[in-house]
């Protein structure tokens, strides 16, 4: 199985400052990389697949890069409505495995 | 606009059998080879895959799972379904359906899930 880590697990941040989230798979994946927004007692919304497609309906401020094992999601200018938890997902193979979530907090 | 939603019971008591149908609608569960999931997620813990199906029945289990667990679909109704065994408290979770993107395994339609508690 693949596995999926990622940094940190929670990060407090004010609004309009850049937010950077990593995950690291356990081996290559390509680009088979998605990025998923969660907010309480909501189901998770998929933002970016591909590592860097933004899902459609998705703000801007959103974005993802990386290929291989190491990947990124930036938030460019933290909006009040992105403190939520974040949480990558391998795509490339069954079974599928999600990374242990960061939760942005306000600071 | 396709839609996903979980039924099922919300209480289950330790060691019997859950049992979760996932009713897909704004579109037809047979339309495309799409593999529909199943993630769970535990009070305040993350995300956890627990397997998927096509229409044709062709299944992929979690391995940590799978000697629990049994995912079926019926075409005619539009549905997918989950059962797990032997269900302990650490079972209990929010239990998700969901659909994938077109021919990929990310999944872009979800369920707004069902709270699975397991008590006696």
């Known amino acids: 199985d693949i596995q999926m880590t990622q940094s940190p697990s929670s990060v407090s941040a004010s609004v309009g400052d850049r937010v950077t989230i990593t995950c690291r798979a356990s081996?290559?994946?390509?680009?088979?990389l998605a990025w998923y927004q969660q907010k309480p007692g909501r189901a998770p919304k998929l933002l970016i697949y591909?590592?860097?497609r933004l899902q459609s309906g998705v703000p801007s401020r959103f974005s993802g890069s990386g290929s291989g094992t190491d990947f990124t999601l930036t938030i460019s200018s933290l909006q009040p409505e992105d403190f939520a938890t974040y949480y990558c997902?391998?795509?490339?193979?069954?079974?599928?495995?999600f990374g242990g979530g960061t939760k942005v907090e306000i600071k | 606009q396709l839609q996903v939603q979980e039924s099922g019971p919300g209480l289950v008591k330790p060691a019997e059998t859950l049992s979760l149908t996932c009713t897909v609608s704004?579109?037809?569960?047979?339309?495309?080879?799409?593999?529909w999931g199943w993630i769970r997620q535990p009070p305040g813990r993350g995300l956890e895959w627990i397997g998927s199906?096509?229409?044709?029945?062709?299944?992929y289990y979690n391995p940590s799972l799978e000697s629990r667990l049994t995912i079926s679909v019926d075409t005619s109704q539009n549905q997918f379904s989950l059962k797990l065994n032997s269900m302990t408290a650490t079972d209990t979770a929010v239990y998700y359906c969901?659909?994938?993107?077109?021919?990929?395994?990310?999944?872009?339609?979800w369920g707004q899930g069902i709270l699975v508690t397991v008590s006696s």
């Open positions: 081996q290559g994946i390509s680009s088979w």
């Open positions: 704004g579109g037809s569960i047979s339309s495309s080879s799409y593999y």
């Open positions: 969901a659909r994938p993107r077109s021919g990929y395994l990310e999944f872009d339609s």
């Open positions: 199906i096509n229409y044709k029945g062709s299944t």
């Open positions: 997902q391998q795509a490339t193979s069954f079974p599928l495995t």
């Open positions: 591909a590592a860097s």
